[in-house]
């Protein structure tokens, strides 16, 4: 036993957030960025963004997951020196989670990528790049040298992967996320529902969804055309792609179901980097995943975007965990709270990615709001791990956890 000098704990003092830009005072939890990014988007990119698929039964499971475990806590044991630092694929990041790859960032805030690449940056997490997203790679590898990651979706033609590998590789990024579970476009009402599309169409709905958002409107849309012109998809191949706002032209997304394990192998050929797969669910596709060379999988249901009726990943960690030999296992979807995290970690999980919230905070505070979001998560489980009783996260076990 060691005798502690006195460290004295404050508890929330009145004037605790009068740092924070007033937009961020009321926002307590990574919850509470939801309704304050409703106000802030309009309609239908709000409801791209918060959208799930078909009756949602995916987006809620994987928030009831989280609750279906309980903790089983241990007390008077030293947790004064505690930290939630963590080694993963060789890199060492300063809290267990980063933020999960989401397209079309840049229509949420100004320079959205940007802003969410610098504030995991500055907080020593990992930021992915979507492959849908709106600024060219090469600038999120210069606003992210040490924590940004770059997803991929397979290009549908073989002659394209080398291209895009290629250039993911040349703009410096050493890690390389492949998404897998779009063999075709999900069924996303929701999108139809509220007028979104990609690219968006002009027309008097999308004029009036804009003008009853003014603060997003100037600061966001008007500032980006006006800054850095029509924002267009830059890192789907090789190339630049369509404009985000057209009244004519049609995306192409490129026939994706015909891909197997095969495909995968030839990027594992190509890329030199550490190469994660994003979006299985089973323990025999990570084992095939593990066969097939990569360094890590994100067991992932895209947040409950694809294919309603998934299971939520947090149910398949532990059968996951037995068979994914020396790759890292990495658990996105439905994460919101610190005590999401711990529970994560452990039934196995090395890492964690939020997506979502990350987006809202964006979008409510720019890069003010993402530190403020990636602080909240720290606090908690910072916390949290004091209350568990647990110094570091490699103490995490599944016998912290009983079946709710
Ligand atoms: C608006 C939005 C866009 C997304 N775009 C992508 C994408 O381009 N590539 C990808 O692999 N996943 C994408 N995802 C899925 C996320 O990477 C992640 O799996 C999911 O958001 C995690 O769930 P959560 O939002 O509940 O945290 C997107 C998710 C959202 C909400």
């Not at 390389?176 to 509220?194: K, Q, S």
């Given at each position: 036993?060691?005798?502690?000098?006195?460290?004295?704990?404050?508890?929330?003092?009145?004037?605790?957030?009068?740092?924070?830009p007033?937009?961020?005072?009321?926002?307590?939890?990574?919850?509470?960025?939801?309704?304050?990014?409703?106000?802030?988007?309009?309609?239908?990119?709000?409801?791209?963004?918060?959208?799930g698929?078909?009756?949602n039964?995916?987006?809620?499971?994987?928030?009831?997951?989280?609750?279906q475990?309980?903790?089983?806590?241990?007390?008077?044991?030293?947790?004064?020196?505690?930290s939630?630092?963590?080694?993963?694929?060789?890199?060492?990041?300063?809290?267990?989670?980063g933020?999960?790859?989401?397209?079309?960032?840049?229509?949420?805030?100004?320079?959205?990528?940007?802003?969410?690449?610098?504030?995991?940056?500055?907080?020593?997490?990992?930021?992915?790049?979507?492959?849908?997203?709106?600024?060219?790679?090469?600038?999120?590898?210069?606003?992210?040298?040490t924590?940004?990651?770059?997803?991929?979706?397979?290009?549908g033609?073989?002659?394209?992967i080398?291209?895009?590998?290629?250039?993911?590789?040349?703009?410096?990024?050493?890690?390389?996320?492949?998404?897998?579970?779009?063999?075709?476009?999900?069924?996303r009402?929701?999108?139809v529902?509220?007028?979104?599309?990609?690219?968006?169409?002009?027309?008097?709905?999308?004029?009036?969804?804009?003008?009853?958002?003014?603060?997003?409107?100037?600061?966001?849309?008007?500032?980006?055309?006006?800054?850095?012109?029509?924002?267009?998809?830059?890192?789907?191949?090789?190339?630049?792609?369509?404009?985000?706002?057209?009244?004519?032209?049609?995306?192409?997304f490129g026939?994706?179901?015909?891909?197997?394990?095969?495909?995968?192998?030839?990027?594992?050929?190509?890329?030199?980097?550490?190469?994660?797969?994003?979006?299985?669910i089973?323990?025999?596709?990570?084992?095939?995943?593990?066969?097939?060379?990569?360094?890590?999988?994100?067991?992932?249901?895209?947040?409950?975007r694809?294919?309603?009726?998934?299971?939520?990943?947090l149910?398949?960690l532990?059968?996951?965990?037995?068979?994914?030999?020396?790759?890292a296992?990495?658990?996105?979807?439905?994460?919101?709270?610190?005590?999401?995290?711990?529970?994560?970690?452990?039934?196995?999980?090395?890492?964690v990615?939020?997506?979502?919230p990350?987006?809202?905070?964006?979008?409510?505070?720019g890069?003010?709001?993402?530190?403020?979001?990636?602080?909240?998560?720290q606090?908690?489980?910072?916390?949290?791990?004091?209350?568990?009783?647990?110094?570091?996260?490699?103490?995490?076990?599944?016998?912290?956890?009983?079946?709710?």
């Amino acid at each position: 036993m060691t005798t502690q000098p006195s460290r004295p704990q404050f508890g929330p003092a009145p004037n605790a957030r009068a740092h924070l830009p007033r937009r961020l005072r009321g926002i307590l939890s990574l919850n509470d960025f939801e309704a304050a990014a409703r106000r802030t988007l309009p309609r239908p990119i709000f409801g791209y963004l918060q959208g799930g698929v078909e009756d949602n039964v995916t987006l809620q499971a994987n928030h009831a997951a989280f609750r279906q475990w309980l903790f089983r806590t241990s007390v008077l044991v030293d947790v004064s020196g505690r930290s939630q630092a963590t080694t993963l694929m060789g890199e060492r990041y300063r809290a267990p989670f980063g933020i999960a790859p989401m397209g079309l960032c840049a229509l949420f805030a100004f320079e959205g990528d940007l802003v969410l690449a610098r504030a995991a940056e500055a907080a020593g997490i990992p930021f992915v790049l979507s492959g849908a997203s709106l600024t060219r790679l090469e600038d999120v590898a210069r606003a992210a040298p040490t924590c940004g990651w770059f997803q991929a979706y397979i290009p549908g033609e073989p002659a394209h992967i080398e291209g895009l590998v290629q250039r993911v590789a040349q703009a410096g990024f050493r890690t390389l996320v492949v998404t897998v579970d779009t063999a075709t476009l999900a069924n996303r009402e929701n999108n139809v529902r509220v007028g979104f599309s990609t690219p968006l169409r002009p027309g008097p709905r999308l004029a009036w969804d804009g003008l009853v958002r003014p603060r997003w409107l100037v600061g966001t849309l008007a500032r980006t055309l006006l800054e850095r012109g029509m924002p267009h998809f830059e890192n789907a191949g090789a190339g630049r792609g369509v404009p985000i706002i057209s009244r004519s032209v049609v995306r192409q997304f490129g026939l994706r179901d015909h891909l197997q394990w095969e495909h995968l192998a030839l990027i594992r050929r190509q890329w030199k980097g550490r190469l994660v797969v994003k979006g299985v669910i089973s323990a025999a596709d990570v084992e095939r995943a593990g066969q097939a060379g990569a360094d890590g999988v994100i067991l992932s249901n895209h947040g409950g975007r694809q294919l309603d009726g998934t299971v939520p990943p947090l149910r398949v960690l532990q059968e996951a965990a037995r068979v994914k030999g020396g790759m890292a296992l990495m658990l996105d979807s439905g994460v919101r709270r610190g005590t999401d995290v711990l529970k994560a970690l452990a039934l196995g999980a090395d890492h964690v990615f939020v997506g979502r919230p990350m987006a809202y905070a964006a979008a409510v505070g720019g890069q003010a709001g993402v530190a403020h979001a990636i602080g909240l998560l720290q606090d908690e489980i910072h916390r949290d791990m004091a209350l568990l009783g647990v110094s570091s996260l490699a103490e995490l076990h599944p016998a912290h956890l009983i079946p709710a």
